[in-house]
């Protein structure tokens, strides 16, 4: 399960980048693909580097110290500012980064009430969605945020 969580949460949070945007220079290809694919290697190895739940109790843990990563990375993520060409896929992308965020909170309900199924059905869904957020990573151009590794 901590490998389901942690590609749920590395694809996620993978989503970053640094804060180039917002007063109207876009980044050009080349450049959003650098600097996310970089930032991604970054927050990969910070949440591979989480202790991996032998309980339940554990895992719940591993929810909350993921989390704040992930929210970090989609915030920094916003800052950027993709070619007017990639806007739409990269807008999907994020949607689908940030639904994630809130599936995330739904896991940390499902855990505190110790409801496996629960658990399940939302590991599921987040793993569907991770899967088409890493598609359209795919077409913005993207390798190391496009990754399931893990």
């Known amino acids: 399960m901590r490998a389901i969580l942690i590609g749920l949460v590395t694809s996620t949070a993978l989503a970053v980048g640094t804060g180039c945007g917002g007063d109207g220079d876009r980044l050009s290809s ?16 910070e949440l591979g580097a989480l202790a991996e739940p032998e309980s ?13 990563i992930v929210e970090s990375g989609i915030e920094r993520l916003r800052a950027l500012d993709p070619p007017e060409d990639l806007q739409d896929e990269f807008d999907e992308w994020l949607s689908r980064n940030e639904e994630n965020v ?38 913005i151009g993207l390798e190391d945020c496009a990754s399931d590794e893990d």
Do not use: G, M
């Not at 895992?59 to 993921?66: G, I, N, P, S, Y």
């Open 30 to 45: 080349e450049d959003l693909v650098s600097e996310a694919d970089a930032i991604c290697a970054e927050y990969e190895a």
């Open 56 to 68: 339940l109790a554990d895992f719940e843990r591993l929810v909350q110290d993921a989390k704040p």
């Open 102 to 139: 809130a599936a995330i909170e739904d896991l940390q309900e499902a855990v505190a009430d110790r409801d496996e199924q629960r658990i399940q059905e939302i590991v599921r869904q987040i793993d569907e969605n991770e899967q088409e957020a890493d598609e359209l990573a795919t077409q």
